[in-house]
C-alpha cells in the first residue's frame, strides 16, 4: 500500500515537470531529482525487511552470505544505472545515458566477477 503512495507521490510530479520542462529545463530536472531521491528513500526502506527475510532464506538455503552480497551489489549496480541513464536521458543527453548504460554494464562485470570465479572453479572441479 505505501508502494502507491510513492508511484503517487511520483505521479504527482509530472505535470509540474512538464510545464516546467518547456520554460526551465534545468529546473525540470531538479525537480525529478528531488522527487526521485524521496521515492528511492521511501523505497529503500520499505525494501530492508525484505532483504533481511531474502538473506535468511539464502543462509537455510546454504549459499555463502558473500555470494548474496554479490548479488544484492549487482542488482543495485543495475537499479542505479537504470536511474542515472534515464536521468541523462531526461536531461537531453542520449550519448550520456548511453555511456553510463556502458559503464554499468561493467561495474556489475567487475562485481560479479568473485562469482563468476566460484562457479568456474565449481565447474572445473566437477571435470577434473
Given amino acids: 500500500m505505501e ?6 507521490l511520483c ?3 509530472l505535470l509540474p515537470a ?3 520542462r518547456s520554460k526551465s529545463p534545468e529546473q525540470a530536472l531538479l525537480l525529478v531529482l528531488a522527487i526521485a ?7 529503500l526502506t520499505l525494501a530492508a525487511p525484505a532483504l533481511g ?4 532464506l ?9 555470494h548474496v552480497s554479490i548479488l544484492l551489489r549487482t542488482v543495485a549496480a543495475a537499479l542505479v544505472t537504470r536511474l542515472c541513464a534515464d536521468l541523462c536521458r531526461d536531461g537531453g543527453s542520449q550519448a550520456l545515458g548511453t555511456v553510463v548504460e ?3 554494464a561493467g561495474a556489475a562485470l567487475l562485481i560479479a566477477l568473485p562469482l563468476l570465479e566460484a562457479v568456474a572453479g565449481l565447474l572445473l572441479g566437477y571435470f577434473t
Fill in 18 to 20: 512538464a510545464m516546467l
Fill in 37 to 43: 531521491a524521496a521515492a528511492l528513500g521511501r523505497v
Fill in 3 to 8: 508502494l502507491l503512495g510513492v508511484m503517487g
Fill in 11 to 13: 505521479a504527482l510530479c
Fill in 102 to 104: 556502458l559503464a554499468g
Fill in 58 to 66: 539464502f543462509r537455510q538455503a546454504g549459499v555463502e552470505s558473500s
Fill in 53 to 56: 527475510r531474502l538473506e535468511a
